[in-house]
């Protein structure tokens, strides 16, 4: 999570030697071997950036996002590396404004020119949008809200796991709120289309900030109803019903699809004890 002294903001700056330099060749971050996030003398020359701006500050430091070509020469010592790849190198607070960086980074390079009449957009300077100087048309950062849910059945936890995972990982089941949905239709909907089964008793978890590209996860846990395991072609490779005995490998430590289910697995541990 973002450091709760941090402040969000998005406007030109002026850098200083103690900024905090959210720095992007590409869509690689660029860190020290140790994890130490680069001063603004260890980077390209700030007037070549495709973007330099102050996206929030903590306790007074700035904290700023600039990006770069991909080809675009950097310092020896410093290492492009993906944002998942980031955690556990970098600081955990750091890691959360890299995020955010990357996440506008993303809306910024996705809106350069209008929707409504494809004129090109302007930066605004109050606020974090871009505008179109012709038809005024404002676009904001999207935030894509997605449901993820576990479900209990006595004490099991039933995971699965998509095509993209990495091979052996398991997850709890997500998918993206549709136009007109509450978090509560989506998340019957997406159950019984993944594996076919039903639910009730849904319990609000946590969220989390996904920024690939732009997610916002909210979790629950539910407690199963009725159905057979049925796997949705082409989404869900696999699902099984798990224990504590037989659990398979989890995802990452950073997501919240891992606190969530170790919570599930704290509440079959309590309900066995």
């Not at 260890?42 to 430091?61: C, F, K, M, R, Y």
Request: glycine share 6%; aromatic share 8%.
């Amino acid at each position: 999570m973002l450091p709760i002294e941090f402040i969000p903001e998005y406007k030109h700056l002026t850098l200083s030697a103690n900024s905090l330099c959210l720095a992007f060749i590409g869509d690689q971050l660029l860190v020290y071997p140790d994890g130490r996030l680069p001063v603004a003398s260890d980077l390209p020359p700030h007037d070549g950036a495709e973007i330099s701006v102050q996206i929030g500050s903590v306790t007074e430091q700035a904290c700023v996002l600039m990006a770069w070509h991909k080809d675009t020469p950097h310092a020896a010592e410093l290492q492009a590396i993906g944002l998942r790849a980031a955690w556990g190198l970098i600081e955990e607070s750091h890691y959360w404004i890299a995020a955010r960086a990357q996440q506008l980074l993303t809306f910024d390079r996705q809106h350069r020119f209008c929707g409504c009449c494809g004129t090109a957009t302007i930066r605004m300077s109050r606020e974090t949008a871009r505008e179109c100087p012709a038809c005024l048309h404002r676009a904001y950062p999207r935030i894509s809200p997605a449901i993820m849910v576990l479900i209990k059945k006595d004490q099991q936890l039933l995971l699965a796991r998509s095509p993209h995972f990495r091979p052996g990982v398991y997850s709890a089941l997500a998918g993206f709120v549709e136009a007109g949905e509450s978090c509560e239709e989506a998340i019957f909907r997406e159950i019984y289309e993944e594996v076919g089964v039903k639910v009730s008793n849904l319990s609000w978890f946590g969220s989390q900030s996904h920024p690939f590209p732009h997610s916002l996860m909210l979790a629950f846990i539910a407690d199963y109803v009725s159905g057979e395991i049925i796997p949705q072609e082409g989404e869900i490779e696999d699902a099984q019903w798990f224990s504590l005995e037989n659990l398979p490998e989890l995802p990452s430590k950073a997501s919240i699809a891992y606190h969530l289910i170790q919570a599930g697995l704290a509440k079959i541990s309590t309900a066995e004890a």
